[in-house]
């Protein structure tokens, strides 16, 4: 069978859920990391360097660009983020699936580079509802959520040019269904052909 992991790529507009279904799934199975991005963004209350994020200043991000060190970066509200390509290299050539949890400008990115990735964009079951869930978790003013409504809409946009959709109505139904999209990538003949190759090279020589 394949020996090479599975590069997920997972996005979704803010507020609708993507790291709760995300933890839940990297619960279940312990041979999917998640690969930690690098960001000039300041930490938030609670998060730890080298484990939420490579916390970077802008000389030493522009100098990962500079030496080929990330698979993909994007500027987003005023940051840059970018995937460490080595660790992603590495774990895929140990056989370990690794989930990017990235915006979409990079997702595009990485699907040119990486034609064998996986896009997945989780979407909420309506507008409404996500606007719901963002004013319900009371933490920001109305401007704030406003802003982060029309991202939302803009994001939502590039769903089209992911290969799967995930409708987070419920987080157990999300996880079911990114299970299943999972299970079904690895069975297509384009992730098997290593696979396919080995069993005809076996029935040739078998066969002289
Ligand atoms: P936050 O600052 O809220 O942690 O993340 C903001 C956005 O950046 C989220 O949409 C998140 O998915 C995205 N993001 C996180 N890491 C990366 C990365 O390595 N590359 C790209 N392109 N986006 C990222």
Known sequence: MNRKGLLLVFSGPSGVGKGTVLKEYLDKHPNTVFSVSATTRKPREGEIHGRHYFFLSREEFDLLVENGGLLEYAQFAGNFYGTPREAVEQNLEKGID???????????????????????????????????????????????????????????????????????????????????????????????????DEVEYDAETCCK
């Open 98 to 196: 690794v989930v990017l949890e990235i915006e979409v400008q990079g997702a595009l990115q990485v699907k040119e580079k990486c034609p064998d990735a996986l896009l997945v964009f989780v979407m909420p079951p309506s507008f409404e509802e996500l606007c719901r869930r963002l004013a319900g978790r009371g933490t920001e003013d109305a401007a704030a959520v406003g802003r982060r409504l029309s991202n939302a809409a803009r994001e939502m946009e590039a769903a089209k040019h992911y290969d799967y959709i995930v409708v987070n109505q419920t987080v157990e139904d999300a996880v079911d269904q990114l299970e299943q999209i999972v299970c079904a990538a690895k069975h297509t003949a384009k992730y098997l052909r290593e696979f396919i």
